[in-house]
T-cell receptor, first 114, second 115 residues
Framework: DAKTTQPPSMDCAEGRAANLPCNHSTISGNEYVYWYRQIHSQGPQYIIHGLKNNETNEMASLIITEDRKSSTLILPHATLRDTAVYYC???????????????FGQGTRLTINP | EAQVTQNPRYLITVTGKKLTVTCSQNMNHEYMSWYRQDPGLGLRQIYYSMNVEVTDKGDVPEGYKVSRKEKRNFPLILESPSPNQTSLYFCASVKTSQGGLYEQYFGPGTRLTVT
């Protein structure tokens, strides 16, 4: 899996947009960008994924640069419940043996302040 | 509601006393995995299963066993627990479709302490 680099921590005011960056300069053509988050000691929660187009769902938006070497997860109106560690992961999507394994790095600890 | 359940959620046990952590999913997923999470080490895969009766080792399988006799259940067995298996354990199942992998659904976690 391609290595990802994220800032160790970020702060954001409640109600503002939280923008979490991720660098994945060695991503290969068949690898997708996935975002998960983990609220203190709970099971990681899937947020969103994308290949090269920007994606949006009810939780967040994912902006991937044209060269695919970096991406940004956007939480449009952050709430206190969004305080968590956010993980950016790149991996292939094909059903090869072991491909379903997620390799979590250190992630970004996002704190939403009232 | 689509979910992955684990039991027990918390367990304190003694060295050498066999234990089983159960995992069940109601989404008919073929892929299931077990992870352990330790401070500073992130999430590490213990075992995974691609379907019924098909299991394989992950990155840290020593001291663990698994079985997959039916699609919905994937128990984790510690035959002789040791203190270095004190950890937070997560079960996960993976949605797949037409040769592609989608998101993983994680259980709530089992915090195990071995004294």
């Amino acid at each position: 899996d391609a290595k990802t680099t994220q800032p160790p921590s970020m702060d954001c005011a409640e109600g503002r947009a939280a923008n979490l960056p991720c660098n994945h300069s060695t991503i290969s053509g068949n690898e997708y960008v996935y975002w998960y988050r983990q609220i203190h000691s709970q099971g990681p929660q899937y947020i969103i994924h994308g290949l090269k187009n920007n994606e949006t769902n009810e939780m967040a938006s994912l902006i991937i640069t044209e060269d695919r070497k970096s991406s940004t997860l956007i939480l449009p109106h952050a709430t206190l419940r969004d305080t968590a560690v956010y993980y950016c992961i790149v991996r292939p999507r094909t059903l090869i043996q072991g491909a379903q394994k997620l390799v979590f790095g250190q992630g970004t600890r996002l704190t939403i302040n009232p | 509601e689509a979910q992955v359940t684990q039991n027990p959620r918390y367990l304190i046990t003694v060295t050498g006393k066999k234990l089983t952590v159960t995992c069940s999913q109601n989404m008919n997923h073929e892929y299931m995995s077990w992870y352990r999470q330790d401070p500073g080490l992130g999430l590490r895969q213990i075992y995974y299963s691609m379907n019924v009766e098909v299991t394989d080792k992950g990155d840290v399988p020593e001291g663990y066993k698994v079985s997959r006799k039916e699609k919905r259940n994937f128990p984790l067995i510690l035959e002789s627990p040791s203190p270095n298996q004190t950890s937070l354990y997560f079960c996960a199942s993976v949605k797949t479709s037409q040769g592609g992998l989608y998101e993983q659904y994680f259980g709530p976690g089992t915090r195990l302490t071995v004294t």
